[in-house]
């Protein structure tokens, strides 16, 4: 275990409304973390903030390295972390450039984004539609191309949105698969938010429930 | 009735003989009208997407200006040129006036608000799943401008195709601050205008039949551009 996040008091409101009222928790074990509670909760709007996407409006969001020396927030931190959006964002263009875009931005060399991309792509079992537009896949293909765009960034923590959202049984089970894979693989922390379950009981090793705008568990 | 099938034999005739003044007209044309597209292109694409990206200080006023600017008539960019420009003007010392180079500012004047207010409309309209998406997968702020213009492109190329037919047609400003001179300033448009008021038709009818089979084009450019844009993704 590489990266810890603790959050406390978090409070975040959307005009005027209270979403998030004192939220804390400390995310310091390896492992699978489930996020579950009622639609409009504030599941989503937890992840953003623990991912460092959006600010709370208080609170402390605090990343820290194995020798609890607190790291601060800047590109370098944000680059250890991901967040996988229930609607992924595929960007309108091939599924290898789409899942190279981390690797790209990060100044990575050609050859190394190739191998690293087909391998990703391999993993999620999209390899024969490398060469096709991320907007015609089907919905359990995004999901898969969103977590092989994720995860080969190699993230120390991996925020998901609802992975299994919209997504038929084979496909729940090839993601659950993926997710249970990358946990022993990287020896990383996945938070993942669902409404699903019956999956999270499956891959999940600690169970968060987040209602009136505080974590329970 | 006769003399309207002379007038078409006539410029037939100037066009399948590639007459000489033809084209220089078509030319110079081309010249100003690219050259205005350009520069318009250079500097409104980025505005635009600066405009459609960034939060700031009276952002609506601009987006504003520039829609209103979009339909600027161009007589009346002529004439505030002209104003501008003539002998007796503030800016008269520079002898641009009845030159290619004032019709080029004319054009631009004209092109530069329907790049910018096009490409900030098409940046706005990029989801804003993908500019987050572009955050979290470790983009920074420079990063994920580029990358929203890249995924608004079908819209950009839109806008400037758009633009470039706007100013193809024009012929109030240029006609102002150009002054049709021939052989110097004369462009497709104005030499219709001015043939036309001759009476004499044969030239001014084949630079029409060139003018709508260039609007015909950029047209097919724009619809076929706008439909590769359109593929929606199958999940919503
Ligand atoms: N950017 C925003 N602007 C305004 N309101 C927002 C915004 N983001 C979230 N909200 C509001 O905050 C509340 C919590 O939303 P959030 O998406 O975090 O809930 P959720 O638990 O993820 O719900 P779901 O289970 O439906 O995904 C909702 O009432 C939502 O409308
Ligand atoms: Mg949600």
Known sequence: MALKLTISDIYKSYNGKEVLKGSSFSFDKSGIYVLMGPNGSGKSTLLRICALLEPPDSGKVKYLEDNNRILEDNLNLRRRLTLLLPNIGAFNTTVFKNIAY???????????????????????????KKNQNALTLSSGEIKRMGIARAIVIEPEI??????????????????????????????????????????????????????DGRIKF | MNFLVEAFKQAFYLIFHLDRELLQI????????GGALLIAAILGIPFGAFVGLKKFHGRGFIITLLNSFMGLPPVVVGLFLYLLFSRSGPLGFLGLLYTPT?????????????????????????????????????????QVTRTVIR???????AATVAALGRVMAEVGGIIIVGGNIAGYTRVMTTTIALETDKGEFELALALGLILLLISFLINIALFSIQKKGAQKPQWL
Not at chain 2, 26 to 33: A, D, K, Q
């Open chain 1, 102 to 128: 981390g690797l790209k931005i990060r100044g990575i060399k050609k050859d190394k984004i190739e191998e690293k991309v087909e391998q990703a792509l391999d993993f999620v079992g999209l390899l024969h």
């Open chain 1, 158 to 211: 991996l925020f998901l949105d609802e992975p299994t959202t919209s997504v038929d049984h084979e496909n729940i089970k090839i993601i659950e698969n993926i997710m249970i894979q990358l946990k022993q693989r990287l020896n990383s922390t996945i938070i993942m938010a669902t409404h699903d379950s019956i999956s999270a009981r499956r891959v999940g090793d600690f169970f968060l429930f987040l209602e």
């Open chain 2, 26 to 33: 078509i030319g110079l044309s081309l010249e100003v009208s």
């Open chain 2, 102 to 142: 004032i019709m080029i500012i004319a054009q631009f004047i004209l092109a530069f608000p329907i790049v910018a207010a096009l490409t900030h409309s098409a940046c706005v309209k990029v989801e804003p799943d993908v500019k987050l998406a572009a955050r979290a997968l470790g983009a920074t702020s420079s």
């Open chain 2, 151 to 157: 995924e608004a492109r079908y819209g950009i190329i």
